[in-house]
């Protein structure tokens, strides 16, 4: 199961027969325009919540990273145990009860503020539940595709939800920080819980019957099912190695984002609308990345343009460290660099998620992602920490560069690996 044959290097893809444009199906409409609000939601909720810790609660780099580290755990604790549960249930009922959940979730932090409940246990409690929930509806989403279209359609559905994550990221940054500028902070969190209605009104209308996978009448214990993820993931060199890189990058991402977002506010002095601004620009950039995602690998090579694009994105971020001056002048700096990292960063992204998509057998796909993000994103809690203490110990400054130069490190790894090998072609399961 774990062995792949890679098709002949250098040899393009051949053309293949015009299918049907995938946006003429109703149901992924649906969950195209669900996924999208989900996105918004989750995009706007991840500025909103570290940004009541700092500025309404006064929480210092410790207690930031650890509200992110609790927001993140749920990858490590429960995702190889969601991705099994989801390959054997309708994914469409799995999203709208994330949204449902995350709805309510959010909903309390609001109503304990107005209450002059609202203290900082709360706001873990409440990053925790949400980020289970995001895990369960990011597997499940990733999941209904491949049940919704045939497979011939997978590229183009796969493209557009990538677009509408996105332009998702786009508007979430700002539509966060704008929120936290013109409301308080707490209230804000009205808006991402008003995304997640949305969502789980538009999935919820889908109507087509998902081809799940059959359950046995005895079936297997989920500890076997989980098992077989591993073991794909653990025999199959390409998507052993996008674990190993995933991890590195993940972990010093998460490191760099606690004292980024520390950074923005205190050491530059940034309003919460400018906060907003810096990090939608990775918007823009996303949406130029998903569009050459589609050209570059067959023109130059997969393994070419994921190494190439992921070192021009770190050393983009190295400048961050050394801005300084009025907001007249650091905002625009700070878009310029946010724009390189977020093109080439969703240039690796989607490259890769169109690698393990195609060494993956259809009924483990759920399998897979979980078993991905357990691998790459584990360890993000620890590197929030670590952000955290780095912060607090080398100032903000000094903290962002240790951070990025350790993310310089997945492009190596890349050029090492098989995946800096690949070719113009994907391999095959």
Known sequence: MGAVRSAPQGVPVPSLPAVTPVWRDRDFRRL???????????????????????????????????????????????????????DLRRSRTVMVLAD???????????????????????????????????????VAYQTSLVRLVRADQLPQGNSVLESSRSAAQIGGPALGGALVSLLSAPIALVGSAFFFVLSCLSIGRMRRREATPERAERPAPIWRQIQEGLHLVGGNPWLRSVGLVAAVYQFCFSA?????????????????????????????????????????????????????????????????????????????????????????????????????????????????????????????????LLGGCLADQWGLRGSLLLAVLGMSLSPLLMAFSPLGRLGKALPRP
């Open 100 to 138: 449902l959940g995350r709805t309510l979730a959010l909903a309390a932090v609001p109503i304990a503020y107005l209450l002059g409940a609202l203290h900082l246990p709360l706001l873990v409690g409440v990053a925790f539940l949400v980020g289970t929930l995001s895990v369960l509806f990011d």
């Open 256 to 384: 760099m984002m606690t004292a980024y977002l520390l950074f923005l506010p205190r050491g530059l002095h940034l309003s919460g609308a400018a906060v907003g601004l810096v990090l939608a620009a990775m918007g823009p950039g996303a949406v130029v990345g998903s569009l050459l995602a589609a050209r570059l690998p067959r023109r130059f090579g997969y393994g070419v343009v994921m190494v190439c694009s992921a070192a021009l994105a770190d050393v983009a971020l190295l400048n961050t460290a050394a801005l300084h001056g009025s907001t007249a002048v650091v905002v625009p700096l700070l878009m310029a660099v946010n724009f390189v990292f977020g093109g080439c960063s969703q240039l690796v992204d989607v490259t890769v998620m169109a690698l393990r998509q195609a060494v993956t057998p259809v009924q483990l796909q759920g399998r897979v992602v979980a078993t991905v993000n357990v691998v790459g994103m584990g360890l993000t809690p620890l590197g929030s």
């Open 32 to 86: 195209w325009a669900g996924q999208t609000a989900s996105q918004l939601g989750e995009q706007a909720g991840q500025i909103i919540l570290p940004l009541i810790a700092v500025v309404a609660l006064d929480a210092g780099a410790g207690q930031l990273g650890l509200l992110r580290a609790v927001e993140q755990s749920p990858i490590l604790l429960f995702s190889l145990v969601i991705g099994a549960w989801v």
